[in-house]
């Protein structure tokens, strides 16, 4: 195992340092700064990956997709899980998967097949720019970890909001953050318990996931193409689906499937204070 193998399986995250060369983030900078020229200066574009061809290349990026297989299998697809981030940080513990209750639900049992899907994070900005962190609640993501109450409790959105105005975070303390300067790369698995930091000036990011095909893999796509009615996941384009087969990277799916147990649905008052932040909303 190398050492970026032994750290996510283990931590349930990694990162991988300068991934993007300087013109590279430069460009991405620029583009996210174009969708922010109707004044907004933070929002998150849920699908924004794949609906805005300028991202694209991120999907077939050379180091990345062997990193990543490195640590999943040679056998990789894209995973329709895509987000842009400008002056956005998420600040309150959550999960990406479909089960975010630990240990309850499919995500959480791997005795048929292994779940083997990432996130992946890719930050454009000096942490001395933004002071923009993510902090991982390290080996939340497997379901034999011992983990104390205060790390497995269900966070509704009453609690985190009390969080965040009165800074009484509860969870920070066990956390391991992460700074990352431009071009670096964090890569975790959906199911670890993740929150942003506070930040004081620009954040740009990119998300991405890949994953191998199984079970887990067709309930994540289904989820956010088919569940998350909140977020407007599109079809994926024609064009990019051609690129995507050319590349072997493109998933071969079954009918989806739109009634998963257990899978997390946010509530009205949580979707409403999403789409303040959406791009387009």
Known sequence: MSQLEKEFTTNGYTVLRNLLPAEEVVFYREKL???????????????????????????????LLDTVRDLLDPNLCYLQHNDLHAGFSSMSWHRDNVNRTYGVGSDWDETQYPYQIV????????????????????????????????????????????????????????????????????IFD??????GSRISGLKYAMFLAFGVENVHFYNHYSYYRHLRHDLDYKPTSPELAAKLQAADLYPTMPNPDCKIQNAWIPTKPHTMISRLYRQGG
Do not use: M
């Open 190 to 195: 959906p199911r670890i318990l993740h929150s």
């Open 33 to 63: 700064e174009e969708l922010s020229r109707g004044g907004r200066r933070s929002w998150t574009f849920p699908d924004g990956v794949n609906q805005n061809r300028d991202f694209w290349p991120l999907i077939f990026y050379p180091a």
């Open 119 to 186: 996130r992946v994070g890719i930050y454009l900005q000096r942490y001395e720019e933004s002071h923009s962190r993510l902090g991982f609640i390290r080996g939340s993501h497997r379901i034999n970890a011992k983990l104390g109450k205060k790390l497995t409790r269900r966070r509704n959105l009453l609690t985190s909001f009390i969080s965040f105005l009165c800074h009484t975070d509860r969870l920070s303390g066990y956390a391991d953050w992460v700074a990352t300067q431009p071009g670096d790369c964090v």
